[in-house]
């Protein structure tokens, strides 16, 4: 099932789509993700709470695991989030930069509690947003067992990164407005779970 509101014939209706798609190898596909999340640290983390409605939270990149196409953040085992992935694994990443370029990214997540895994990744920012609580074993540390590790294991990803440089993507811009010439400012792609898959090989 799709929706449409008009009919363009011939042409294509979303030319913004067709003249900034590319599909280019899927090294540089998966190098430029990789390299924008970098850039980007923090992304919307969107989960569907046990009454099915969405939530999103912003969450800080802990770091990236599969040669870069999975990603791994902390979490307080008692908050909101993990109450929702206890119900629903199914996520979305969305990364922006204020530049306009941006990723979405859809996979499944899984609450690991392993302290290895933990101490892994400790950092000892933490403790500032978990608290010590003073007891001696809340206080946290990489041993608090309030502190988990978010794993998302992507299924597919979509993104766009600027092709040109701001001035010559404003320009471009510009010459769209001016001549109704879609603007070519994005390259656009899509990696899907085969290619995905591929890439952590």
């Not at 067709?18 to 280019?24: E, G, K, L, V, W």
């Not at 307080?76 to 979405?104: I, M």
Request: net charge negative; hydrophobic share 35%; glycine share 8%.
């Amino acid at each position: 099932m799709s929706f449409s509101n008009t009919d363009t014939g011939n042409k294509p209706a979303d030319p913004y789509t067709a003249t900034n798609i590319q599909d280019p190898g899927l090294k540089e596909k998966v190098e430029d993700l990789v390299n924008f999340v970098s850039r980007c640290k923090f992304c919307m983390m969107t989960t569907e709470t046990p009454n099915g409605l969405l939530a999103s939270r912003c969450m800080a990149l802990a770091a990236k695991e599969g040669h870069g196409v999975d990603y791994i953040f902390h979490a307080n085992s008692e908050s909101g989030k993990t109450d929702d992935l206890a119900a629903h694994k199914s996520v979305n990443l969305g990364f922006l930069n204020n530049s306009g370029e941006w990723a979405s990214i859809s996979g499944t997540a899984t609450v690991e509690t392993d302290r290895e895994k933990v101490h892994q990744y400790y950092s000892p920012a933490l403790k500032a947003w978990v608290g010590d609580l003073g007891d001696g074993k809340h206080d946290g540390g990489p041993d608090d067992p309030r502190i988990v590790v978010i794993k998302i294991t992507s299924k597919t990803a979509q993104y766009a990164v600027s092709r040109r440089t701001a001035i010559g993507g404003a320009i471009e811009v510009a010459k769209g407005v001016l001549t109704g010439e879609t603007a070519q400012v994005n390259k656009l792609r899509h990696l899907d779970e085969q290619e995905l898959q591929t890439a952590r090989e």
